[in-house]
């Protein structure tokens, strides 16, 4: 059984041991947000129904009360030693403590909020057992001109702002990996993984941000599809914006740690990245698309398989090369057969990167 399981089953069997039931297994008779309960809302692009002149403004946010539990902590500093070999000092406790603290946080399902989007209020639908709301918006081109600023439109939801970004029809567009891609995270090596997802800054690998903010010059959309789970998505889009990247959608895992979906944590690449993917790749059919993600897993043969899916759209595949290996190695010979050469590249250096011709 591997180690990284064995901690995290470990978080599963301790969740509720702080000696009160979890919330989120609650009657969910309650709306609106109580002074405990944080909101977060998380960055979408809508999608142009060109035929009806209408924009589909998707809403996406998660509702939860923050865990500031020492035993727990305790707990998860004891394992890290004792398996791991890894020790929190007074720079990285206060990384350990917020994001452990995010994912055992108490997820809020049943709040019924409201949307105001383009001058009209809207009623979402009520929070799920993981404390994730969504609704998409449906909006006439004709009323939403005055709102737009800066290519999206803002919406308020209580105090809280979020932000739909307009996204054309056609264009170029980026999806991209995280970890090991953008981010550091030393995947393959179950220990690194976890220093560098719980205890130290994120790091991120050379030369990518300025890479795609010069690609982001071409009026080009991001999009980061990770395996990380949902409740990272505040450290991360911090740790994208300190790190110059470009303003992106985040896709992550959908994660709890008291049943069943912890178990999605554990699954491969191509279990999960796929139908993320799609969906996007299917939002925009008239778009062409750059997928770039590393070696370390299986971003190759979840990439190639797209392409032979979507030969039309995905116009170019890079990896970032994180595994010493070459583009003759049996591995790519074999993902990538039937594909042009020219359709994918293995990359150690981003500035040998370069974009497909415009559409």
Not at 191 to 210: V, W
Not at 229 to 245: A, V
Not at 299 to 317: G, N, R, S, T, W
Request: glycine share 6%; net charge negative; proline share 6%.
């Amino acid at each position: 059984m591997p180690r990284l399981f064995i901690l995290a089953l470990a978080l599963l069997l301790t969740a509720c041991s702080d000696g009160q039931p979890p919330k989120d297994d609650a009657n969910p008779a309650v709306s609106g947000l109580d002074d405990d309960e944080n909101l977060v809302l998380f960055r979408t692009t809508g999608w142009l129904d060109e035929k009806n002149q209408e924009w589909h403004l998707p809403i996406h946010g998660w509702v939860y009360e923050p865990e500031d539990s020492t035993a727990r902590m305790a707990l998860f500093e004891t394992i890290l030693e004792e398996q791991f070999g890894l020790v929190a000092d007074d720079k990285t406790e206060s990384n350990l403590a917020r994001r452990l603290n995010l994912l055992i946080a108490d997820n809020e399902r049943g709040k019924s909020l409201v949307a105001t989007l383009a001058g009209s209020d809207y009623t979402l639908p009520p929070s799920a057992e993981n404390g994730h709301f969504g609704s998409t918006i449906v909006v006439p081109v004709a009323d939403i001109a005055e709102f737009t600023v800066d290519g999206g439109i803002e919406y308020g939801v209580g105090a809280a702002t979020g932000v739909v970004r307009l996204v054309a029809p056609a264009g170029l567009s980026v999806i991209s990996d995280i970890d090991d891609t953008v981010k550091i995270s030393k995947v393959t090596d179950k220990a690194s993984l976890l220093e560098h997802t719980f205890l130290l800054d994120f790091i991120a690998a050379p030369g990518m941000a300025d890479k795609y903010r010069e690609w982001s010059a071409s009026d080009i959309s991001f999009h980061f599809v990770s395996s990380s789970p949902w409740q990272l998505y505040s450290p991360l889009t911090e740790f994208l914006d300190d790190s110059g990247f470009p303003w992106a959608t985040l896709n992550l895992k959908s994660v709890r740690f008291r049943d069943e979906t912890l178990f999605d944590l554990f699954k491969k690449g191509t279990e999960t990245k796929p139908a993320a993917i799609k969906k996007i790749l299917q939002a925009y059919p008239d778009r062409e698309f750059v997928l770039v993600g590393d070696s370390g897993e299986q971003d190759p043969e979840v990439y190639a398989a797209l392409i032979h899916e979507f030969p039309e759209q995905i116009k170019k595949v890079y990896i970032r090369n994180v595994t010493g290996e070459t583009a003759d190695n049996e591995r790519f010979t074999t993902v990538f057969a039937g594909i042009e050469t020219d359709h994918w590249s293995l990359f150690d250096d981003p500035d040998s990167l370069e974009l497909p011709s415009s559409p």
